[in-house]
C-alpha cells in the first residue's frame, strides 16, 4: 500500500485444495464491504511446493517460504513438532518483513474479511492483536491474544519486540508462538523496549470463541477454538451465507438485534484452542 502497509497469510497444502480455507478467503474480500482492493495489497506466503504451485493458479502475489528438511504439507495436528516449526519459522519470516520496513497484518486464512480493518485500529499502536476473549479495554494485558490476526507497524520497537518473541521460543520448549506471547507481554523488557501493545476488540475482530454479535460492525471473524478442519470448512461455509444473507437486506433490517450468526455449529469448542 502507499504507507509500505502488506497483507500477507500463509498457506500450506492442506488448506488449498478447491472449496478448502483459501478459496473461502479470497471469497469473504470479494463479498465483503470495500474488502476487494485489499486482494492486491496481499501477498499469500507458502510453505511448500504443492501450495505454491497452487497459490499462483488463484493469486498474483505468491512466495516461497522454505525450511530445509522439514516437510510442511498436510494438516498440521495442533502442537505436534512440525505445526510448532512452521509457527515459529513464519514469526522469525515478519521479523525479517519488519526490518525491510513494511508494515504489516498477518492473518490466517480461516478469518473472514467482511470490512476493511484499518479504521478500527487505533492510531498509536505498535502491535494490535486480535483475542479469542477480550475484557472490554484494549491496552488491558488480561486480554487473551490470537496470533492469527496481528497488525503491526515496522520501528525499532517492533523489531526488538519480534526478536525478543522468537529468541522466547527457547526459553518455553514445546510452545505456540500465540502461548509464549500470552507469557512475555508481560515481561518487563516489552515495557523498556517502550512497545505499545493494543487489543483488538471481538465486537469488530470476532471469532467462534467470541463472535462478533453485530453484524453491522463485524470486520473479520476466525475459526478459532475449532478442532478439525472439515469442522472449520462447514462453519465457515455457513458463515459466509449468514453474511450474504445480511448484506442482501435491505438496510432497516440491516438493523434489528435479532440478526446474529447460525454458527459455530461444529465447531464448539469453549476457550480451548484455535
Ligand atoms: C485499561 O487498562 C489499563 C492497563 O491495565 C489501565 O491502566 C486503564 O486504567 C484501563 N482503563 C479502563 C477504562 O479501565
Redesign the pocket.
Given at each position: 500500500m502507499g504507507d509500505n502497509t502488506v497483507i500477507l497469510t500463509t498457506l500450506n497444502d492442506a488448506w488449498s485444495s478447491p472449496g478448502s480455507v483459501m478459496d473461502l478467503f479470497m471469497d469473504s474480500f470479494r463479498s465483503g464491504v470495500k474488502t476487494s482492493f485489499l486482494l492486491k495489497h496481499l501477498v499469500i506466503v507458502t510453505f511448500d511446493g504443492k501450495a505454491y504451485k497452487h497459490c499462483v493458479k488463484i493469486h498474483p502475489h505468491c512466495f516461497a517460504l522454505g525450511t530445509e528438511g522439514v516437510d510442511f504439507s498436510e494438516e498440521k495436528r495442533f502442537l505436534t513438532s512440525g505445526y510448532l516449526e512452521m509457527m515459529w519459522t513464519r514469526l522469525d519470516f515478519l521479523r525479517l518483513v519488519l526490518e525491510k520496513g513494511y508494515n504489516f497484518i498477518f492473518t490466517d486464512a480461516d478469518i473472514m474479511w467482511f470490512r476493511n480493518p484499518f479504521p478500527h485500529f487505533h492510531p498509536d499502536g505498535d502491535f494490535q492483536i486480535a483475542c479469542d476473549h477480550y475484557v472490554g479495554?484494549s491496552?488491558?494485558?488480561r486480554n487473551i491474544a490470537n496470533g492469527g490476526f496481528i497488525y503491526v507497524k515496522s520501528n525499532e520497537r517492533t523489531i526488538e519486540f519480534y526478536s525478543f518473541w522468537y529468541s522466547s521460543r527457547f526459553m518455553y520448549p514445546g510452545y505456540h508462538d500465540q502461548d509464549v506471547f500470552n507469557v512475555i507481554k508481560h515481561d518487563p523488557y516489552v515495557t523498556d523496549i517502550g512497545l505499545k501493545i493494543m487489543f483488538l476488540s471481538t465486537a469488530y475482530f470476532g471469532g467462534f470463541c467470541e463472535p462478533s454479535r453485530d453484524l453491522n460492525k463485524v470486520c473479520t471473524m476466525h475459526a478459532n477454538c475449532c478442532i478439525g478442519l472439515p469442522s472449520k470448512i462447514h462453519d465457515l461455509r455457513i458463515m459466509i451465507e449468514d453474511w450474504r444473507s445480511y448484506l442482501s437486506l435491505p438496510p432497516n433490517l440491516k438493523q434489528l438485534r435479532a440478526l446474529t450468526w447460525r454458527v459455530p455449529q461444529n465447531c464448539r469448542y469453549g476457550m480451548v484452542l484455535t
Open positions: 479495554n491496552s488491558d494485558l
